[in-house]
């Protein structure tokens, strides 16, 4: 340890170099190996042990299970796809076969994600002299799993590099985004790229070696395009009940197919009390009041019918409500403020996923509206807080 | 009718090297200072001049912007120099003391709330009286709605309060007497609930019984919860050691400074109480008694100043701490699981062994970052206020805000904890003093 210190510090760039971007890779990689010996100057003589990348490298933990499982999925969902397997053989049938595949299908994108996004905040590093922020430890993670598997290297790349430059460095960097980065990366595919994004060309990856051929009748689409023409039947036959919309092996973007593999992510994020408990679960309570009033009004057997549990296991709402709402940064910041700011996701991922035609997934959007609103949501809250503090003045 | 106060947000540091309850034997030493900083907010004129003779009780400076808060000599001697800082600043009147202490008499009279005043006033004990709004000495003109004082520290490693006043409950009576003349409102006893106090026979003052985790101790949060400060109200607040100082010279009409105050820490052989005077040198006093490596606190880790072995006993101050001084890099140290490491997340293991005693240096862990996690603050703050947006508010020195958000009830000290705690590495009580000195100077 000792030696590798030594050798960092030889390698050291002076600040006023030529590069300042050797500088400001230098001090990446050295506060990436050891916490630095700084002590406490002004204030408090003893600081927590806590420090922005542990929270960090916690949520990244907390991301491994959907990572893996939707490795093994990818594979699992092509295989299916070309006849290799069908639904009636066990799951496990050919794992290292569907691990290996779908690892060699997402590795690509996490090092797209990474390399690009952390590519660009050093170079802001260098311009602006300061050591690079960690802000994008999770981020790098969140935007491989919410993409499609098919997604061509090249628009990951752009997406991400306008995630960062637009809705994140250009406000400050760490801690100052209003929006929710990995989420304005995806909502730029979608938006710029429409055609490439939706429908069935990229959820399920058909590239065929020479000899394979796609099994008669197949069709790409996620469970969520089929619910919207057929309702719950639609679900229940492509093998999409709730249980294993629960269980996960349904087509679907990457990481946001299994609600287990989430669901222990949650338990990591929550027992750590990293994520915001009223956060997860106002947007749960938000969630199964929209769609159960959808389930009242519909008509049976259409997409409004499909049932209010069933309906969050599909899509992106547990992955959305777990990882992406709960991002500290753009959530509401006051604790009354973040029951709002759920229940308000909650509420309008059912809404534009069922009442919309033209976008079959809600959540994203209804997060990105939730955080342009949260500073709206903590101004009410100190509001009310400031007027108590009056009232107590006019009394006294 | 006395009120309960039971604090549930906060967070007891346990640290190893608090004291043990025996009265240690130290001999005085020969060099002494005041230092003007102890005394925040206050512009000193000198009234001595290096050579002068002084006496236990003579004035060695004064509030240039109120001049009759005088602060005086703890010993008898000679003022040897005047250390200066930057801009001329005085930062220590450095004194010798003589072997066998001469008093200033005082004809103390606490007949009515003026003769108090003027007597704590000459006698340089009015510094005690601090206030809020603001966290400085108070200012004798003002009536304050009440007074508070806290009887308990919470503070990692504090002194017992108790332990302290046992045995002069005599003369903490008096002390009471005098400083319930001060106001027209309560005079305020805020008592540990879970200890057999020593103040349950304290006459002429309400006793409120307090219980709940650091910063129950912190006198703001208890008036907070009691009589919060309003706009416009002025509250002072003592600590009850203070009340002795003030008791003995109304019972012996002399400044008598001594008082006992814990030795603490990791790097002290054996933690004890010691009988000081303030100002005494602590190299002199201590210096076998702490290790080498040590950062050396007068006050408390969270709080205190850094005034290095050779520093100085502060004047408000019942503990002096010595705790390993850190420095080292940490190779991966944000992954490992760091089982030395006492945290108020659940991301170390600290939380699972709520008793167990730990060792901390002074070490940042980490590097200052913005703000991005919400909640940690709220979690150890115990009053009815958004302690992060008052924050903002206070870094972007905007008035109106910090005042609607509640400016005038807190002290840098109340938001300790939320500094120790601090993801981003914030050097929160900083800002925190800055702002309250700017609204003090905006507002009055």
Redesign the interface.
């Known amino acids: ?1 000792k030696a ?2 030594d050798f960092m510090q030889k390698m050291k760039p002076s600040d006023e170099g030529k590069f300042p971007i050797a500088w400001a890779l230098w001090d990446g990689t050295y ?1 990436f ?23 960090m ?2 949520v990244v933990l907390a991301m491994i299970p959907a990572l893996l499982f939707g490795m093994f999925n990818v594979g699992h969902q092509h295989l299916l796809a070309i006849g290799e397997v069908t639904r009636d053989m066990p799951v496990m049938e050919m794992f290292m076969d569907k691990f290996l595949f779908g690892a060699l299908k997402v590795l690509p994108l996490v090092v797209v994600s990474y390399g690009v996004g952390l590519g660009i905040e050093f170079m802001f590093c260098a311009i602006n002299k300061h ?1 690079i ?3 994008f430890l999770v981020s790098g993670m969140l935007i491989p799993l919410i993409m499609p598997v098919d997604v061509p290297l090249w628009m990951v790349a752009v997406a991400t590099a306008f995630a960062v430059i637009i809705g994140k460095e250009v406000f ?5 985004n209003i929006v929710n980065v990995a989420l304005t990366a995806r909502a730029f595919l979608f938006f710029a790229y429409p055609t490439k994004m939706s429908g069935d060309q990229v959820w399920i990856n058909t590239s065929l070696n020479e000899g394979q051929q796609v099994v008669d009748g197949f069709s790409g689409a996620t469970a969520l395009g089929n619910a919207v023409e057929g309702g719950k039947s639609a679900l229940d036959e492509m093998g999409a009940s709730t249980l294993e919309a629960f269980i996960g092996f349904i087509p679907g973007s990457i990481g946001e197919t299994s609600v287990i593999a989430i669901g222990i992510g949650a338990i990591i994020l929550l ?4 994520a ?1 408990w009223r956060i997860m679960l106002s947007a749960i309570i938000g969630g199964l009041v929209m769609a159960s009033i959808f389930n009242i009004v519909g008509d049976d057997g259409s997409y409004m019918a499909v049932p209010a549990l069933h309906q969050l296991m599909l899509g992106g709402f547990a992955f959305g409500v777990v990882f992406m709402a709960t991002d ?2 753009t ?1 509401s ?3 009354q403020g973040k029951w709002v700011y759920g229940f308000m996701i909650g509420i309008l991922g059912i809404l534009i996923r069922v009442a919309n035609p033209a976008y079959p997934e809600g959540v994203m959007l209804a997060i990105l509206i939730a955080n342009v609103s949260a500073p709206l949501i ?1 101004h009410v ?2 509001q009310n ?2 007027k ?3 009232k ?2 006019k009394t ?1 | 009718m006395s009120q309960i106060v039971k604090i549930s947000k906060g967070a007891n ?1 346990k ?1 190893t090297g608090t004291a043990e309850k025996v009265l240690g034997n130290i001999e005085m030493p020969t060099s002494f200072a005041v230092c003007p900083p102890n005394f925040h907010g206050l512009m000193p004129k000198l009234s001595v001049k290096t050579g002068d003779k002084v006496k236990a009780g003579s004035t060695l400076f004064f509030d240039k912007y109120n001049e009759q808060i005088k602060f005086t000599s703890p010993i008898s001697g000679e003022v040897t120099e005047i250390i200066r800082g930057a801009k001329r600043k005085i930062l220590e009147v450095k004194l010798k003391a003589d072997a066998v202490l001469a008093y200033e008499q005082f004809v103390v009279s606490s007949a009515s709330a003026a003769d108090v005043k003027s007597a704590l006033l000459i006698s340089g004990l009015w510094p005690f009286v601090k206030q809020r709004p603001y966290d400085i000495v108070a200012n004798p003109s003002d009536s304050p709605k009440a007074i508070h004082i806290t009887g308990l520290d919470s503070s ?1 490693m504090a002194a017992d309060y108790e332990f302290l006043i046992h045995g002069q409950e005599d003369v903490f009576q008096a002390g009471l007497d005098v400083i319930a003349k001060l106001t027209a409102g309560k005079v305020h006893l805020n008592v540990n609930a879970n200890a057999k106090s020593v103040f349950d026979s304290a006459k002429n003052v309400q006793i409120n019984k307090i219980s709940g985790p650091h910063p129950a101790g912190n006198v703001g949060i208890q008036v907070h919860h009691i009589d ?1 400060v ?4 002025i509250v002072w607040v003592l600590k009850a050691p203070d009340v002795l100082a003030i008791g003995k010279l109304f019972k012996e009409g002399k400044y008598d400074a001594s008082k006992v105050v814990a030795l603490v820490g990791s790097k002290v052989s054996s933690p004890k109480y010691y009988k000081v005077l303030p100002g005494a040198n602590i190299k002199e006093m201590f210096g076998n008694e702490i290790n080498n490596g040590a ?1 050396v ?1 007068s006050g408390n ?4 100043d ?1 005034v290095s072995i050779d520093g100085y006993i502060g004047f408000y101050d019942y503990q002096i ?1 010595a ?1 390993p ?11 490992a699981p ?1 089982f030395n ?8 293991f600290s939380w699972m062994t709520p008793n167990k005693e730990y060792d ?8 200052e ?7 940690e603050y ?1 979690k150890v703050f115990p009053m ?3 302690p ?2 008052l924050l903002k508010s206070m870094i972007t020195e905007d008035i109106d805000a910090m005042e ?3 400016v005038y009830e807190v002290a ?1 000290e109340d938001f ?1 904890l939320c ?7 914030i ?4 800002i925190v003093r800055k702002a309250l000195d700017l609204v003090k100077q905006e507002c009055g």
Not at chain 2, 341 to 348: D, E, P, Q, R, V
Request: charged share 20%; aromatic share 6%; net charge neutral.
């Open positions: 340890m590798l210190n506060t190996l050891f916490v630095p010996g700084h002590t406490n100057k002004n204030g408090v003589h003893v600081r927590d042990g806590i420090d922005l990348k542990r929270t490298i916690m050591g922020h960690e802000g400050g960097g760490t801690g100052m027992l750590t009390n990293i915001s500290p940064v959530a910041q006051t604790n903590d809250v100190v807080n400031i108590k503090r009056l107590r003045v006294a | 540091i640290l990692p919060p309003n706009k416009g109200e950062r606190i880790v969270l709080s205190g850094d701490c705790i001084e850190g420095g080292e890099d940490e190779m991966f140290g944000w992954m760091g490491k006492f945290s108020l997340s659940k991301t170390f901390l240096n002074t070490n940042m862990n980490g590097e970052r913005a703000f991005v996690v919400t909640g709220e009815d206020i958004l992060v947006f609607g958000l509640g840098p300790a500094e120790y705690g601090c993801t981003s590495k050097e929160t009580q900083k």
